[in-house]
Protein backbone atom coordinates (compact mmCIF):
# COMPACT_ATOMS: atom_id res chain seq x y z
CA UNK A 1 0.00 0.00 0.00
CA UNK A 2 1.35 3.29 -1.28
CA UNK A 3 1.26 5.84 1.93
CA UNK A 4 4.08 8.51 0.89
CA UNK A 5 5.39 10.14 -2.21
CA UNK A 6 8.16 12.16 -4.09
CA UNK A 7 7.55 14.59 -6.05
CA UNK A 8 10.43 15.53 -8.99
CA UNK A 9 9.27 19.32 -9.61
CA UNK A 10 8.58 22.21 -7.07
CA UNK A 11 6.85 24.02 -10.09
CA UNK A 12 2.65 24.72 -10.63
CA UNK A 13 1.52 21.27 -11.22
CA UNK A 14 4.05 19.40 -8.97
CA UNK A 15 2.57 21.69 -6.51
CA UNK A 16 -0.86 20.85 -7.35
CA UNK A 17 0.08 16.85 -7.44
CA UNK A 18 1.20 17.21 -3.62
CA UNK A 19 -2.14 19.32 -2.43
CA UNK A 20 -3.89 16.44 -4.05
CA UNK A 21 -1.79 13.41 -2.33
CA UNK A 22 -1.84 14.78 0.82
CA UNK A 23 -5.37 14.13 1.22
CA UNK A 24 -4.36 10.36 0.40
CA UNK A 25 -1.14 9.81 2.16
CA UNK A 26 0.84 10.41 4.86
CA UNK A 27 4.03 12.39 3.54
CA UNK A 28 4.55 13.86 0.48
CA UNK A 29 8.10 15.51 -0.58
CA UNK A 30 8.46 18.22 -3.59
CA UNK A 31 12.04 18.16 -4.54
CA UNK A 32 13.36 20.39 -6.76
CA UNK A 33 16.69 22.78 -7.82
CA UNK A 34 15.70 26.20 -6.25
CA UNK A 35 16.60 26.34 -2.26
CA UNK A 36 14.13 29.69 -2.18
CA UNK A 37 11.45 28.04 -3.15
CA UNK A 38 12.34 24.72 -0.59
CA UNK A 39 12.65 26.76 1.90
CA UNK A 40 9.26 28.78 1.75
CA UNK A 41 7.37 25.58 1.25
CA UNK A 42 8.98 24.30 4.43
CA UNK A 43 8.92 27.12 6.27
CA UNK A 44 5.90 29.08 5.41
CA UNK A 45 3.99 26.61 3.75
CA UNK A 46 3.32 28.16 0.60
CA UNK A 47 5.03 28.30 -2.69
CA UNK A 48 3.84 31.82 -4.37
CA UNK A 49 5.86 32.29 -7.57
CA UNK A 50 3.70 28.99 -8.98
CA UNK A 51 0.40 29.27 -6.73
CA UNK A 52 -0.43 32.47 -5.40
CA UNK A 53 -2.15 32.79 -2.12
CA UNK A 54 -2.94 29.38 -1.51
CA UNK A 55 -1.63 27.25 2.00
CA UNK A 56 0.21 23.99 1.82
CA UNK A 57 -0.70 20.98 3.62
CA UNK A 58 1.79 20.55 6.61
CA UNK A 59 2.58 17.32 5.30
CA UNK A 60 4.21 18.47 2.28
CA UNK A 61 7.66 18.89 2.35
CA UNK A 62 10.33 19.80 0.24
CA UNK A 63 14.23 19.20 -0.31
CA UNK A 64 17.04 20.05 -3.20
CA UNK A 65 18.08 16.58 -2.20
CA UNK A 66 17.11 13.63 -5.26
CA UNK A 67 18.57 11.08 -3.17
CA UNK A 68 15.61 11.15 -0.92
CA UNK A 69 13.51 9.64 -3.35
CA UNK A 70 15.32 6.77 -2.30
CA UNK A 71 12.81 6.44 0.43
CA UNK A 72 9.51 6.60 -1.30
CA UNK A 73 7.73 4.25 -2.86
CA UNK A 74 6.03 6.46 -5.41
CA UNK A 75 8.13 9.18 -7.60
CA UNK A 76 6.53 11.85 -9.80
CA UNK A 77 8.35 12.94 -12.45
CA UNK A 78 7.05 16.49 -12.65
CA UNK A 79 9.73 18.50 -14.11
CA UNK A 80 9.50 20.16 -17.76
CA UNK A 81 9.85 17.57 -20.58
CA UNK A 82 13.61 19.28 -21.59
CA UNK A 83 14.69 17.77 -18.44
CA UNK A 84 13.17 14.72 -17.97
CA UNK A 85 16.22 13.15 -19.14
CA UNK A 86 18.49 14.73 -17.03
CA UNK A 87 16.02 13.78 -14.44
CA UNK A 88 16.07 10.13 -14.66
CA UNK A 89 20.13 9.84 -15.53
CA UNK A 90 20.00 11.20 -12.28
CA UNK A 91 17.81 9.22 -10.29
CA UNK A 92 19.13 5.93 -12.14
CA UNK A 93 22.58 6.65 -10.54
CA UNK A 94 21.24 7.06 -6.89
CA UNK A 95 20.41 3.74 -6.87
CA UNK A 96 16.79 3.89 -6.87
CA UNK A 97 14.26 0.42 -5.47
CA UNK A 98 13.15 -1.86 -8.43
CA UNK A 99 9.83 -1.44 -7.14
CA UNK A 100 9.97 2.61 -6.93
CA UNK A 101 6.74 3.35 -8.67
CA UNK A 102 7.05 6.03 -11.43
CA UNK A 103 4.41 8.21 -12.85
CA UNK A 104 5.08 10.63 -15.63
CA UNK A 105 3.01 13.48 -15.29
CA UNK A 106 4.84 16.24 -17.86
CA UNK A 107 3.04 16.82 -21.49
CA UNK A 108 5.71 16.78 -24.27
CA UNK A 109 8.08 14.99 -26.55
CA UNK A 110 11.84 14.79 -26.83
CA UNK A 111 13.25 17.09 -30.24
CA UNK A 112 13.62 13.34 -31.49
CA UNK A 113 10.17 12.62 -31.20
CA UNK A 114 10.41 9.92 -27.64
CA UNK A 115 7.91 10.31 -25.37
CA UNK A 116 8.76 10.98 -21.65
CA UNK A 117 7.96 7.72 -20.19
CA UNK A 118 9.97 6.03 -23.00
CA UNK A 119 12.55 7.97 -21.67
CA UNK A 120 12.15 7.22 -18.11
CA UNK A 121 12.10 3.50 -19.16
CA UNK A 122 15.14 3.35 -21.04
CA UNK A 123 17.13 4.58 -17.68
CA UNK A 124 14.96 3.06 -15.14
CA UNK A 125 13.94 -0.19 -17.14
CA UNK A 126 12.71 -2.55 -14.26
CA UNK A 127 10.52 0.19 -12.28
CA UNK A 128 6.52 0.07 -12.68
CA UNK A 129 5.51 3.01 -15.15
CA UNK A 130 2.69 4.96 -15.78
CA UNK A 131 1.64 8.17 -16.59
CA UNK A 132 -1.04 10.79 -15.69
CA UNK A 133 -2.78 13.45 -17.71
CA UNK A 134 -6.00 15.16 -18.17
CA UNK A 135 -8.12 18.67 -18.40
CA UNK A 136 -6.32 19.48 -15.03
CA UNK A 137 -5.09 23.05 -14.50
CA UNK A 138 -3.16 23.13 -11.53
CA UNK A 139 -4.62 26.50 -10.23
CA UNK A 140 -7.55 24.23 -10.10
CA UNK A 141 -6.73 21.20 -8.83
CA UNK A 142 -4.54 22.85 -5.94
CA UNK A 143 -8.32 24.43 -4.54
CA UNK A 144 -10.02 21.41 -4.87
CA UNK A 145 -12.20 22.26 -7.45
CA UNK A 146 -13.66 19.16 -9.44
CA UNK A 147 -11.59 17.50 -11.95
CA UNK A 148 -10.98 13.98 -13.98
CA UNK A 149 -8.18 12.77 -15.04
CA UNK A 150 -6.61 9.01 -16.74
CA UNK A 151 -4.21 6.75 -15.26
CA UNK A 152 -1.74 4.91 -18.15
CA UNK A 153 -0.27 1.64 -17.75
CA UNK A 154 0.33 -1.27 -19.26
CA UNK A 155 -0.34 -3.46 -15.95
CA UNK A 156 -3.68 -3.73 -14.66
CA UNK A 157 -2.81 -4.12 -11.07
CA UNK A 158 -0.62 -0.74 -11.10
CA UNK A 159 -3.40 1.02 -12.73
CA UNK A 160 -6.07 0.36 -10.18
CA UNK A 161 -3.54 0.44 -7.44
CA UNK A 162 -2.53 4.03 -8.78
CA UNK A 163 -6.41 5.34 -9.35
CA UNK A 164 -7.14 4.09 -5.52
CA UNK A 165 -3.95 6.29 -4.93
CA UNK A 166 -4.87 9.66 -6.55
CA UNK A 167 -8.71 9.67 -6.79
CA UNK A 168 -10.31 12.14 -4.03
CA UNK A 169 -13.75 13.60 -3.67
CA UNK A 170 -13.39 16.33 -5.76
CA UNK A 171 -10.46 14.10 -8.45
CA UNK A 172 -11.97 11.27 -10.43
CA UNK A 173 -9.35 8.95 -12.32
CA UNK A 174 -10.13 6.53 -15.05
CA UNK A 175 -7.28 4.02 -16.45
CA UNK A 176 -6.35 3.08 -19.43
CA UNK A 177 -3.87 0.89 -21.15
CA UNK A 178 -2.51 3.21 -23.79
CA UNK A 179 -0.02 4.89 -22.85
CA UNK A 180 1.48 6.19 -25.99
CA UNK A 181 -2.37 7.84 -27.14
CA UNK A 182 -2.06 9.64 -23.49
CA UNK A 183 1.29 11.28 -23.79
CA UNK A 184 0.78 12.23 -27.65
CA UNK A 185 -2.63 14.00 -26.82
CA UNK A 186 -1.38 15.85 -24.15
CA UNK A 187 1.85 16.92 -26.24
CA UNK A 188 -0.10 17.50 -29.25
CA UNK A 189 -2.74 19.61 -27.55
CA UNK A 190 -0.11 22.15 -26.76
CA UNK A 191 0.18 23.44 -30.02
CA UNK A 192 -3.58 23.65 -30.92
CA UNK A 193 -3.45 25.79 -27.67
CA UNK A 194 -1.21 28.49 -29.08
CA UNK A 195 -3.07 28.40 -32.11
CA UNK A 196 -6.18 29.14 -29.91
CA UNK A 197 -4.58 32.06 -28.38
CA UNK A 198 -3.60 33.16 -31.65
CA UNK A 199 -6.68 33.26 -33.22
CA UNK A 200 -7.86 35.14 -29.99
CA UNK A 201 -5.52 38.00 -30.19
CA UNK A 202 -5.83 38.43 -33.32
CA UNK A 203 -9.39 39.25 -32.88
CA UNK A 204 -11.50 36.13 -34.43
CA UNK A 205 -14.16 35.47 -32.80
CA UNK A 206 -16.00 32.47 -31.01
CA UNK A 207 -16.50 30.51 -34.36
CA UNK A 208 -13.11 30.50 -35.61
CA UNK A 209 -11.86 29.31 -32.48
CA UNK A 210 -14.42 26.10 -32.23
CA UNK A 211 -13.59 25.45 -35.91
CA UNK A 212 -9.74 25.37 -34.91
CA UNK A 213 -10.47 23.53 -32.32
CA UNK A 214 -12.52 20.93 -33.76
CA UNK A 215 -9.81 20.83 -37.02
CA UNK A 216 -6.94 20.55 -34.17
CA UNK A 217 -9.20 17.54 -32.72
CA UNK A 218 -8.94 15.99 -36.23
CA UNK A 219 -5.40 16.69 -36.97
CA UNK A 220 -4.56 15.43 -32.91
CA UNK A 221 -6.10 12.04 -34.03
CA UNK A 222 -4.54 11.79 -37.55
CA UNK A 223 -1.43 12.02 -36.46
CA UNK A 224 -1.60 10.28 -32.79
CA UNK A 225 -2.95 7.11 -34.28
CA UNK A 226 0.13 7.22 -36.88
CA UNK A 227 2.26 7.52 -33.82
CA UNK A 228 0.70 4.46 -32.11
CA UNK A 229 -2.12 6.15 -30.14
CA UNK A 230 -5.84 4.61 -29.81
CA UNK A 231 -8.40 6.42 -31.70
CA UNK A 232 -10.67 5.62 -28.64
CA UNK A 233 -7.79 7.60 -26.05
CA UNK A 234 -8.07 11.24 -28.70
CA UNK A 235 -12.20 11.49 -27.79
CA UNK A 236 -11.29 10.93 -24.26
CA UNK A 237 -9.97 13.05 -21.25
CA UNK A 238 -6.18 13.48 -22.52
CA UNK A 239 -7.12 13.99 -25.68
CA UNK A 240 -10.61 16.02 -26.35
CA UNK A 241 -10.65 16.86 -22.74
CA UNK A 242 -6.92 18.17 -22.25
CA UNK A 243 -7.75 20.05 -25.76
CA UNK A 244 -10.90 21.94 -24.52
CA UNK A 245 -9.70 23.08 -21.58
CA UNK A 246 -6.11 24.33 -22.58
CA UNK A 247 -7.66 25.98 -25.49
CA UNK A 248 -10.11 28.32 -23.31
CA UNK A 249 -8.60 28.70 -20.37
CA UNK A 250 -6.85 31.18 -19.34
CA UNK A 251 -5.23 28.99 -17.08
CA UNK A 252 -2.71 27.54 -19.89
CA UNK A 253 0.57 29.18 -20.51
CA UNK A 254 0.33 28.13 -24.05
CA UNK A 255 -2.76 29.84 -24.91
CA UNK A 256 -1.56 32.88 -23.31
CA UNK A 257 1.91 33.03 -25.33
CA UNK A 258 -0.39 32.14 -28.28
CA UNK A 259 -2.44 35.30 -27.22
CA UNK A 260 0.26 37.51 -27.13
CA UNK A 261 1.39 36.28 -30.43
CA UNK A 262 -1.54 37.43 -32.10
CA UNK A 263 -1.33 40.79 -30.35
CA UNK A 264 2.29 41.30 -32.02
CA UNK A 265 4.56 40.57 -29.42
CA UNK A 266 8.11 38.95 -29.91
CA UNK A 267 8.50 35.42 -28.73
CA UNK A 268 11.63 35.72 -26.90
CA UNK A 269 10.10 39.04 -24.76
CA UNK A 270 6.67 36.66 -24.19
CA UNK A 271 8.83 33.92 -23.14
CA UNK A 272 10.93 36.10 -20.78
CA UNK A 273 8.07 37.30 -19.34
CA UNK A 274 6.03 34.68 -18.48
CA UNK A 275 8.55 33.09 -15.90
CA UNK A 276 7.30 29.67 -16.72
CA UNK A 277 7.76 27.12 -18.91
CA UNK A 278 5.24 26.86 -22.21
CA UNK A 279 5.58 23.41 -23.21
CA UNK A 280 3.94 24.25 -26.73
CA UNK A 281 6.55 26.52 -27.69
CA UNK A 282 9.57 23.72 -28.32
CA UNK A 283 6.37 20.93 -28.46
CA UNK A 284 5.58 22.05 -31.61
CA UNK A 285 9.44 22.38 -33.62
CA UNK A 286 9.36 18.25 -32.26
CA UNK A 287 6.26 17.39 -32.98
CA UNK A 288 6.36 19.77 -36.48
CA UNK A 289 9.53 17.36 -36.84
CA UNK A 290 7.65 13.78 -36.09
CA UNK A 291 4.40 14.70 -38.09
CA UNK A 292 6.46 15.20 -41.65
CA UNK A 293 8.33 11.62 -41.05
CA UNK A 294 4.48 9.99 -40.67
CA UNK A 295 3.54 11.62 -43.94
CA UNK A 296 0.46 13.34 -42.03
CA UNK A 297 -1.78 15.94 -43.39
CA UNK A 298 -1.22 18.52 -40.24
CA UNK A 299 -1.94 21.74 -41.63
CA UNK A 300 -2.67 23.77 -38.41
CA UNK A 301 0.55 22.35 -36.89
CA UNK A 302 2.90 23.56 -39.89
CA UNK A 303 0.87 27.12 -39.16
CA UNK A 304 2.16 27.79 -35.41
CA UNK A 305 5.33 26.07 -36.63
CA UNK A 306 5.71 28.43 -39.52
CA UNK A 307 4.46 31.35 -37.23
CA UNK A 308 6.67 30.35 -34.10
CA UNK A 309 10.44 29.45 -36.34
CA UNK A 310 10.03 31.15 -39.32
CA UNK A 311 8.49 34.64 -38.86
CA UNK A 312 5.18 33.98 -40.80
CA UNK A 313 2.75 36.69 -39.62
CA UNK A 314 -0.30 35.02 -37.81
CA UNK A 315 -2.41 36.65 -40.45
CA UNK A 316 -0.42 35.48 -43.66
CA UNK A 317 -0.59 31.84 -41.93
CA UNK A 318 -4.53 32.02 -41.41
CA UNK A 319 -5.02 33.15 -45.22
CA UNK A 320 -3.16 30.14 -46.21
CA UNK A 321 -5.27 28.09 -43.51
CA UNK A 322 -8.41 29.49 -45.51
CA UNK A 323 -7.59 29.46 -49.21
CA UNK A 324 -5.93 25.36 -48.87
CA UNK A 325 -7.17 22.98 -51.46
CA UNK A 326 -11.24 22.34 -50.42
CA UNK A 327 -11.74 18.45 -49.33
CA UNK A 328 -14.35 16.57 -47.81
CA UNK A 329 -14.40 16.84 -43.83
CA UNK A 330 -13.82 13.08 -42.80
CA UNK A 331 -10.69 12.73 -45.29
Known amino acids: MITRAAILGTG ?11 HRLDEVCLIGRNQ ?67 VSCAKGISPDGKRMSQIIHKHLPNNPLAVLSGPNHAEEVSRNLATCA ?3 AKDKELREQLQAVFTAPFFRCYTSDDIAGIELGGAIKNIFSIAAGIA ?38 S ?12 HSRNNRVGKALGK ?46 QKKSAAEALEELLTRETRAETE
Open 12 to 22: SWGTALACLLA
Open 36 to 102: KTVDEVNQSHTNGHYIPNLGLDTKITATTDIERCKDFPLVLFVVPTAATEATASQLASIGLPADTVL
Open 150 to 152: VIG
Open 200 to 237: DGIGLGDNAIAALVTRGLAEMTRLGIAMGGQMETFIGL
Open 239 to 250: GVGDLMATCYSP
Open 264 to 309: GGSLDDIIANLGMVAEGVPNTKSIYDVGHKTGVRTPLIDAVYQILY
